[in-house]
């Protein structure tokens, strides 16, 4: 089991940044890519952004991409959500998760460990 820990939410203007980051421990040997997830209330859990622990290809949702950032640090075992020019529908529920298979990555199912989540709320 892998363990993830979210931390760098609150609260935010719109057109600001925040920084996610994302602190994994355990068994991460093997962990194959790492991703963002939000749920809004009401809403489902939707793809952010994923990032593969190896060569670093990244991939994004339409609704962020240009705008948010996704990195790694390997020595670390950590994973970064820069978030900028932050609007009124990206305040959500940010989850980190890892998944070890090589294929997919932008679906919940393709991610076998998450964390609890931190709270992103940007306001008018």
């Known amino acids: 089991q892998v363990q993830l820990v979210e931390s760098g939410g609150g609260l935010v203007p719109a057109g600001e940044s925040l920084r996610l980051s994302c602190a994994a421990s355990g068994r991460t040997f093997g962990v194959y890519r790492m991703g963002w997830f939000r749920q809004a209330p009401g809403k489902e859990r939707e793809f952010v952004s994923t990032i593969t622990w190896g060569s670093g290809s990244t991939s994004y949702a339409d609704s962020v991409k240009g705008r948010f950032i996704i990195s790694r640090d390997n020595a670390k075992n950590a994973v970064y959500l820069q978030m900028n020019s932050l609007k009124l529908e990206d305040t959500a529920v940010y989850y980190c998760?890892?998944?070890?298979?090589?294929?997919?990555?932008?679906?919940?199912?393709?991610?076998?460990?998450w964390g609890q989540g931190t709270q992103v709320t940007v306001s008018s």
């Open positions: 998760a890892a998944g070890w298979a090589v294929a997919g990555g932008t679906r919940v199912s393709d991610f076998d460990s």
